[in-house]
């Protein structure tokens, strides 16, 4: 059953997992989100051995609603939707990026699993911060789950993939995605590739989604760790 915990600074719904070897997944959540969105994913998930889910809240409380793990360009995002034209963020290197990382290093710490039973993910935002996570982590995960993701620093990120070589990584995104665009996928699916992670992008027709597709392959890659 899932319970609402206070892991470091960040409150949580986990679901905990029978067996010193299971894995932990934790997932991190799109913005003006919050935990509890991608939290039925711990049961939509279809994989063969039991696994420990997280899904953390965000530290950041919107005007409108819900939650974030660093501000956003919110206009040039409806100017993109309104355009048909995706914004390129490889070259940006959100301010506050650093301290969502610090916060959620300090979640991960607290949890005290072994990096080789971790698997790190998100959804949009999420998805940026876990690979942030993973790329400056003192040693590989088990796994990186990419889930409607896009580029971002693209100079920091290239220096630190050399030391995750061999890292596999799940990602998905959807073709007509009108918010974080396909193109920004391709571009971080390459980046990593280059710096010798291993992972293939699914691509599905849709948008800003987790269709039925992605989450079983999802359970395919979670099974394959």
């Not at 987790?210 to 760790?225: C, Q, V």
């Amino acid at each position: 059953r899932p319970a609402v915990r206070q892991i470091g600074p960040l409150r949580t719904i986990e679901f905990p997992a029978a067996g010193k070897d299971a894995l932990t997944i934790v997932l991190f959540h799109g913005y003006g989100a919050n935990g509890a969105d991608l939290a039925p994913l711990a049961a939509e998930i279809p994989t063969t051995k039991p696994a420990r889910w997280e899904f953390p809240d965000a530290p950041l409380s919107l005007p409108f609603g819900g939650l974030a793990w660093f501000e956003i360009d919110v206009a040039a995002i409806e100017e993109a939707q309104r355009t048909g034209t995706p914004v390129d963020w490889s070259d940006s290197d959100p301010d506050a990026l650093a301290s969502a990382r610090v916060q959620a290093q300090a979640f991960i710490k607290e949890l005290g699993v072994p990096w080789d039973r971790l698997v790190l993910g998100g959804f949009s935002q999420g998805s940026m911060l876990a690979t942030e996570l993973a790329l400056r982590a003192p040693e590989s995960p088990r796994g990186l789950v990419i889930l409607s993701g896009n580029l971002i620093c693209a100079k920091s990120w290239s220096q630190l993939g050399a030391a995750r070589k061999g890292l596999k990584f799940f990602q998905s995104h959807g073709l007509a995605d009108p918010i974080l665009g396909h193109r920004g996928a391709q571009r971080l699916n390459a980046l990593l590739n280059g710096c010798g992670l291993s992972g293939s992008l699914e691509s599905f027709e849709g948008g800003h989604a987790i269709p039925l597709e992605t989450i079983a392959g999802m359970g395919r890659y979670l099974d394959s760790l």
